[in-house]
């Protein structure tokens, strides 16, 4: 199946790029609300699942010893920019289990957002595992660890206990089969498993309404998704996709970005949640079609579909500031 | 016409992501040597053309007047990362026409090259014009005007002297009608043409063997092309592809690349230019199929071929250094 067009780029009157995508919006039953593309094509949800991969440090009953709050565990599920309360979080994380940073297997990055690597390149030689912006998932691997007795010392590895607890989470939220046959190793190498686009926001869907999850796991699922609604800097950190979504209308959207296009949404009041993936990978049309897909959920002319259709479809500016083209999303996303 | 998948993404034993191209090979007469895609297709050069760009530079007599020998030219032709030295650069054309940065309409940004950027970041606490990647483009174009007499200011705008010498250069070089209709704005403020693919290629092609050119348009072809591959740090900077490709082979290939996933190249031994264009705008992919497509010119299993398969054909690592993927091209794009 062939994917459609999904977001074009224009430059003058012409459009000069062009990203193809698949995207799906499903029920905590698992129905299809609405799909585009080959919906149930196999695609890593890289960092999109990271709350997936949160559970069980609720579950292990690690968060509540440490008494980790909400920040805490929207940290847990972040992408963070490794700006300097980032960076903060994870010590601190890391320190009421009574570890530091030399226990993170998640190796270390200067942050990829712009001002953030300013920062970091004017206060520090060079960035440690603490800045990885998967600093806050691998800070609360090792606490669940810790809780829980198991060995720290390759918590990334495939047969590591919380790696398999990990693979039991997410085959059971995403319906998928997950093997060394469809894993792969992920930026901060731990494993990263292909699944259906459409498992992957069933996924989320069930996590959000509790559909067909033991009380418990509903009651932390909903917890990782209501933390980061309320703590979104600790998503993503300034001016990036996932903090300024949840910012826009807190309390009804939760938004996750996943490294080569990805982009999960789950909208509590609606009992929705969705996925898409750019084809080619590229951020800016992973964000316009997650932009697009969420506004047709909310009111028709009302406050929060017209912000999210102006993320959606955007001016690209020059360094003059002249508007020499824009992102916009195609009908085909909606045919 | 679908282009095909020509670069694919690699994670596991499974594709991530997958970029569609086109590309042509052609030679100084316009023959098209080798395709794939639509070939034909009106796409916009961006900065891959900035050696057609600087033609005035030279032809005005501007260039000898000013003493610019192969760097200056380079520079003229080059998307640098902004590294001292370019700085430096322009700032030294400049002075030759008695200006200053003062005089550059280009606007200013970081270094979009990350080890430049963290130099920057730690030595300067903005970036000025001289910073801007298309500063020797614009520092050429300066001295052009002043040499020639006519108004700097304004020299971006499309109905500028300078401008409408460019668009009769380019429309000689190209065979393509420019005009408002086809005219986008860049990122340095300069008008832009969508022009067919394979015009542009054979642009180049009549910029490397003087084919159909006068004699004195021959001559500044070849000198900037030479001056390129003479000075490759000057037309983009430390680790930047197109530099990587003119040290890899010195004086046997030109290339310069283009935003959007544009990427061009010239190869003097075998009298044949060629372009590519990532349908998506994806610079990885760009860059993965020009360097196939050289490549492909070059002794089977010799040190150059080998050299460019190993760029178009590379491992991903992650932050641990471990081996997750490949970036590698695809069948499509020689089928």
Known sequence: MQNPVTVEVTRGKLVESRHRGLGVVVDGAGRTVFSFGDAEAGIFPRSSCKAMQALPLIESGAAD?????????????????GEDRHVEMAASMLAKAGRDMSALECGS???????????????????????????????????????????VEGYVGYDHPLQREIRDVMQSLTGAVLSADNCGTDGCS???????????????????TGEGLSASRAKASRRLIDACMAEPFY????????????????????????????????????????????????????????????????EKGGEIETKLLAMANRQMKNWNGVHVGDVRVTDAMFA
Chains 1, 2 share one sequence.
């Open 109 to 151: 990055h200067w942050s990829s957002d712009q001002a953030a690597l300013i920062h970091q390149a004017r206060t520090i030689d060079q960035p440690n595992a603490l800045h990885n912006n998967c600093s806050g998932k691998h800070s609360g691997f090792v606490c669940a660890c810790v809780h829980s007795g198991t060995p």
């Open 65 to 81: 010893s440490y008494g980790f709050g909400n920040a805490e565990l929207a940290f847990s599920c972040a992408s963070h920019s």
């Open 235 to 298: 998503v993503a950190g300034t001016g990036r996709a996932c903090t300024k979504l949840m910012e826009l209308a807190p309390g009804k959207i939760f938004a996750k970005t996943g490294a080569e296009g990805v982009f999960v949404a789950a909208l509590p009041e609606q009992g929705l949640a969705m996925a898409v993936k750019c084809e080619d990978g590229t951020t800016r049309a992973a964000e316009a079609m997650i932009f697009a897909l969420i506004a047709r959920y909310f």
């Open 190 to 208: 731990i494993p990263t498993y292909a699944v259906p686009l459409k498992g992957l926001a069933h996924g989320f869907a069930k996590m959000l």
